[in-house]
């Protein structure tokens, strides 16, 4: 069983990378950044208590309209913040990484408070204006007319609320490899993971 965790800010690339990975090696992937996203849709929608919906959460949840919305990014942020939301879904995340064949996790814990036995551990990142030009370019191509100086401040304020809260803040497990994308494109950033993910199932006994 492999157990990959990736961790990082914002559109550094990690959720890409991620399911990359799980397809490549047939492993389960979950974007923990939905669990969060789907508690803010449903509180935001139904002015439920943040903490209730954390704690009736349901996999249907995921697949709900939205999701990916500026304003749900800004609201799963602060939801994230709320102790007790992150206990209500440690216990979904740590089942999806213990089940049989492996799994692959991104979000801003996952090497640190999800899966801090993980088999391997990337922290993701990239320049601010570089995840800033990149969620703009997502936002242009969806037809919303964001300016870029929006976006940038709304990744700077990102960035300090998830670095910044007391319960499991946002930084790279102690034994992360870090993969800074700025510079890179996708196909050279998936060629640095391939050769980790394939250098640790080698020692694992995988077959080729």
Same mark, same amino acid.
């Given at each position: 069983?492999?157990?990959?965790?990736?961790?990082?800010?914002?559109?550094?690339?990690?959720?890409?990378?991620?399911?990359?990975?799980?397809?490549?090696?047939?492993?389960?992937?979950?974007?923990?950044?939905?669990?969060?996203?789907?508690?803010?849709?449903?509180?935001?929608?139904?002015?439920?208590?943040?903490? =209730?919906?954390?704690?009736?959460?349901?996999?249907?949840? *995921?697949?709900?309209?939205?999701?990916?919305?500026?304003?749900?990014?800004?609201?799963?942020?602060?939801?994230?913040?709320?102790?007790?939301?992150?206990?209500?879904?440690?216990?979904?995340?740590?089942?999806?990484?213990?089940?049989?064949?492996?799994?692959?996790?991104?979000?801003?814990?996952?090497?640190?408070?999800?899966?801090?036995?993980?088999? *391997?551990?990337?922290?993701?990142?990239?320049?601010?204006?570089?995840?800033?030009?990149?969620?703009? =370019?997502?936002?242009?191509?969806?037809?919303?007319?964001?300016?870029?100086? $929006?976006?940038?401040?709304?990744?700077?304020?990102?960035?300090?609320?998830? $670095?910044?809260?007391?319960?499991?803040?946002?930084?790279?497990?102690?034994?992360?490899?870090?993969?800074?994308?700025?510079?890179?494109?996708?196909?050279?950033?998936?060629?640095?993971?391939?050769? *980790?993910?394939?250098? *640790?199932?080698?020692?694992?006994?995988?077959?080729?």
């Amino acid at each position: 069983m492999t157990v990959i965790a990736i961790d990082g800010p914002a559109a550094a690339g990690k959720g890409t990378l991620a399911r990359t990975l799980a397809a490549q090696y047939g492993l389960a992937y979950l974007d923990t950044g939905l669990l969060y996203r789907a508690v803010a849709r449903r509180a935001r929608d139904t002015g439920a208590d943040p903490i =209730a919906v954390a704690r009736d959460l349901k996999e249907d949840d *995921l697949s709900a309209q939205g999701l990916r919305d500026a304003v749900i990014s800004q609201e799963a942020s602060r939801v994230s913040a709320i102790p007790e939301v992150r206990t209500a879904l440690t216990e979904f995340q740590v089942a999806f990484a213990g089940r049989p064949g492996g799994a692959v996790l991104d979000g801003r814990d996952i090497g640190t408070v999800i899966c801090p036995e993980a088999d *391997l551990k990337l922290f993701v990142t990239a320049s601010v204006e570089a995840r800033a030009a990149r969620r703009h =370019a997502e936002l242009v191509a969806a037809g919303f007319t964001d300016d870029f100086s $929006s976006v940038l401040e709304e990744i700077q304020i990102r960035d300090a609320r998830d $670095s910044g809260r007391a319960t499991a803040p946002l930084k790279p497990a102690a034994d992360a490899v870090t993969i800074d994308t700025s510079d890179l494109d996708i196909a050279e950033v998936r060629a640095r993971a391939f050769a *980790l993910v394939d250098a *640790l199932r080698q020692t694992q006994a995988y077959p080729a």
